[in-house]
């Protein structure tokens, strides 16, 4: 009889279930939504010890992030930077050094006078193309608009478009 109203029991449950809808039956269980990683990945570079990307939380901020690359170098030059600001991933973040000098009232970066560290903190260049731009105005004199920058291999419309409200020339 035992046996009888067990086998009864599964018969039912079965049934119960199998007339279910499938889309019901395929439900995930609370515990197994999907969850954003924690950590995120950012590039630190300049006056750190250990540049390069880093993993930090998904609340880090840039003070963290200059943790986790072991800290500034003693020759950082933090005025600039807000350690407080929120970082996101795949973001860059560059610790200038003191030799380069601070920003212009203005915020721009002053083609005609500026080291290769400022050229290299405007988005888009790098070393080379830094480099290429000293060199070009070394050749010239300096240059009399911004557009000048087009005779620079490496910077077409475009480049130029993107960086064009962070340089001046005066």
């Given amino acids: 009889m035992a046996v009888a109203a067990v086998g009864v029991a599964?018969?039912?449950?079965?049934?119960?279930f199998f007339a279910q809808p499938t889309a019901e039956r395929a439900r995930l269980p609370e515990s197994a939504v999907v969850v954003p990683p924690a950590r995120i990945t950012v590039h630190i570079?300049?006056?750190?010890?250990?540049?390069?990307?880093?993993e930090v939380g998904t609340a880090a901020r840039v003070a963290d992030v200059v943790a986790a690359a072991g800290g500034t170098t003693s020759?950082?030059?933090?005025?600039?930077?807000?350690?407080?600001?929120?970082v996101r991933d795949g973001e860059q973040i560059v610790i200038p050094d003191s030799s380069a000098p601070l920003p212009t009232a203005d915020g721009k970066v002053r083609l005609n006078t500026a080291t290769q560290a400022e050229l290299e903190s405007i988005p888009g260049i790098g070393p080379v193309l830094a480099a290429r731009?000293?060199?070009a105005r070394n050749e010239r004199g300096g240059f009399?608009?911004?557009e000048d920058l087009?005779?620079?291999?490496?910077?077409?419309?475009?480049?130029?478009?993107?960086?064009?409200?962070?340089?001046?020339?005066?």
Wanted: aromatic share 4%; hydrophobic share 60%.
């Fill in 45 to 54: 570079s300049g006056a750190v010890q250990r540049p390069g990307l880093v």
């Fill in 75 to 86: 020759d950082a030059s933090l005025a600039t930077i807000n350690l407080a600001a929120r």
């Fill in 133 to 135: 731009i000293i060199a």
């Fill in 150 to 170: 087009l005779d620079v291999s490496g910077i077409g419309e475009a480049k130029l478009a993107s960086f064009r409200d962070v340089v001046a020339v005066p």
């Fill in 144 to 146: 009399a608009v911004i």
């Fill in 10 to 16: 599964i018969a039912a449950g079965g049934i119960f």
